[in-house]
């Protein structure tokens, strides 16, 4: 599963790869079918066999649910809470890929990006999963901002999810790049100039403000005042884009991001 989630899209390798997988776990192939033959992927006639059910839907996407997928089963999302937490994950999966991809970085990939998203509040649901109690007596504090949620945390549990986290995805054998974006992904870009940490944080400033967003007629201005774009300034290569180019994102982000949650059963009735 690691090797699967560090190839390239452009491997030669990738879609042999995904249809192992899908060969080897009966409950990911008989997901992989039904997205396949559901109205979402439109096939012209009905698809039977896993190789064509992986070269419809395209060895990337599957790729991506098998990732996502490999988090979901560690770790069941049963609550809404648990659900939105996915939820936001995936998106901001998605549009820190969408970030990189529209401004790369040397030595940076975009499935890097993917994975740094998904992963990156890893330890939030560990929190939330093995330790409600914890989690309750922290939303008691009433904190109000990243910086103060991580206070909150050390005070109550004696470490934060960022760090939590980060203890996991080492424990997964994850690259060791992902085992810092996620404990630093709270940190200041001045203590941490990395340009894939910059890619990660204007993502999960997007989603947050995305879900927050109650409309306008100036959203350009409203994304503006939002973000704290003074912290790129520490990083001059990072993919630094403006509020135009980051909504200019938002369609795709949505429509990527809602199919991977339709196709997981994360979605709201």
């Known amino acids: 599963m690691v090797r699967l989630m560090s190839l390239s899209p452009q491997s030669e390798e990738l879609f042999e790869e995904v249809l192992a997988v899908a060969q080897e776990d009966p409950g990911f192939a008989l997901r992989v079918m039904h997205i396949a033959n559901s109205a979402m992927s439109s096939p012209a006639s009905r698809i039977e066999t896993l190789d064509r059910a992986v070269a419809r839907l395209g060895a990337a996407h599957v ?64 929190m939330i999963d093995q330790a409600p109690s914890f989690v309750e007596a922290v939303d008691a504090l009433g904190w109000a901002t990243p910086a103060e949620q991580i206070g909150a945390e050390r005070e109550v549990c004696g470490t934060d999810h960022a760090e939590l986290g980060a203890q996991v995805c080492a424990y997964w054998s994850m690259p060791e790049r992902i085992v810092s974006l996620v404990r630093d992904h709270h940190r200041s870009m001045a203590e941490v100039p990395s340009p894939l940490l910059a890619g990660l944080k204007q993502a999960d ?65």
């Open 205 to 269: 400033w997007l989603s947050v403000w995305r879900q927050s967003h109650a409309g306008g007629n100036n959203p350009i201005e409203a994304l503006q005042l939002a973000f704290p774009d003074s912290e790129m300034a520490h990083v001059p290569d990072a993919p630094r884009l403006t509020a135009a180019e980051l909504l200019r994102l938002l369609p795709e982000v949505s429509e990527v991001s809602t199919r991977t949650v339709a196709a997981l059963g994360l979605a709201t009735h």
């Open 63 to 126: 790729a991506d649910l098998v990732t996502t997928v490999a988090m979901t089963r560690v770790f069941v999302p049963r609550t809404s809470q648990e659900k939105d937490l996915w939820r936001h994950a995936i998106e901001v999966a998605t549009a820190c890929r969408a970030i990189i991809r529209c401004h790369p970085v040397n030595g940076v990939s975009a499935e890097q990006g993917y994975l740094a998203g998904l992963l990156h509040d890893i330890g939030h649901f560990i």
